[in-house]
């Protein structure tokens, strides 16, 4: 299925959704700490939700049970958040969250650093962000989708990180997940038309790098919601949700 086209009234729509997960998200970093939980930035982030006259998107979303995904070190993505959950001085913690205004979804993700954390931890953490600031840069008006997913993959591999490849960004919109998948990464073996889409102002992309330590092999946890790195080496994401525009593209969750 082709991308959906947003009309005005949606991308304000939008705008505002992501608009309130990004400060969202800004709220939870001044929360992150050692000794706080993942339930209580959990809390956070439901309640700003709410107060902000939105919904939490994950909370429910195919039976998850908490409003954002709370992945810490080698957990790369679909963490549950839970009282048991603590932040230790040196963690990674990855928030991804989304939330949905009058029928339409904005998604974003950080990684934040608990306390001071090693340089490798910092280099994997900064050159995670800046590969999703690749791909925003190559998006825009009459490229093709295919571009986007090289500028992630290139950033990654010539710094010696590998890209989770199991997991990709998507389109978003009133879904949290809608044509087209965003893959961070490029392979023959995928087909063609998984990448030859030609951006069109009026699209709306969740674009996710997951950059690995070690391998880009992950597996899931026995509550068949968290995934870690199979070699228990360290994971970060970043994620916004763009719109493409005649001029290039807006970040919708960048506050």
């Known amino acids: 299925m082709a991308p959906i086209i947003k009309d005005a009234r949606e991308i304000e729509l939008m705008r505002r959704a992501g608009r309130i997960v990004g400060e969202g998200l800004k709220l939870l970093r001044s929360h992150v700490k050692p000794g706080v939980s993942t339930e209580e930035l959990d809390a956070i982030f439901e309640k700003h939700v709410r107060?902000?006259?939105?919904k939490p998107t994950f909370k429910g979303y195919r039976k998850f049970p908490k409003s954002i995904c709370a992945s810490i070190n080698e957990e790369v993505v679909h963490g549950i958040p839970s009282s048991s959950r603590v932040l230790k001085e040196g963690d990674l913690v990855k928030l991804d969250a989304g939330a949905t205004y009058e029928g339409y979804v904005g998604d974003s993700a950080v990684t934040i650093p608990v306390g001071k954390v090693t340089a490798e931890a910092e280099k994997l953490l900064r050159t995670t962000r800046e590969s999703l600031e690749a791909a925003i840069q190559a998006a825009g008006p009459g490229v093709k989708l295919s571009a986007v997913s090289r500028a992630v993959q290139e950033y990654a591999e010539e710094r010696g990180y590998s890209v989770v490849k199991k997991y990709v960004g998507h389109g978003i919109g009133r879904d949290l997940h809608e044509d087209p998948q965003v893959p961070n990464f490029v392979d023959p073996s995928i087909p063609r038309e998984n990448y030859e889409y030609v951006l069109?102002?009026?699209?709306?992309?969740?674009?996710?790098?997951?950059?690995?330590?070690g391998t880009d092999d992950v597996r899931t946890l026995a509550d068949d919601w968290t995934v870690i790195t199979k070699?228990?080496?360290l994971s970060a994401h970043f994620e916004?949700?763009?719109l493409i525009t005649p001029e290039g593209r807006d970040v919708l969750t960048r506050v």
Not at 204 to 212: D, H, S, W
């Open 200 to 213: 069109r102002p009026g699209i709306c992309l969740a674009i996710e790098p997951m950059l690995n330590l």
């Open 231 to 233: 070699d228990r080496k």
């Open 51 to 54: 107060d902000s006259g939105a």
């Open 240 to 242: 916004h949700t763009i």
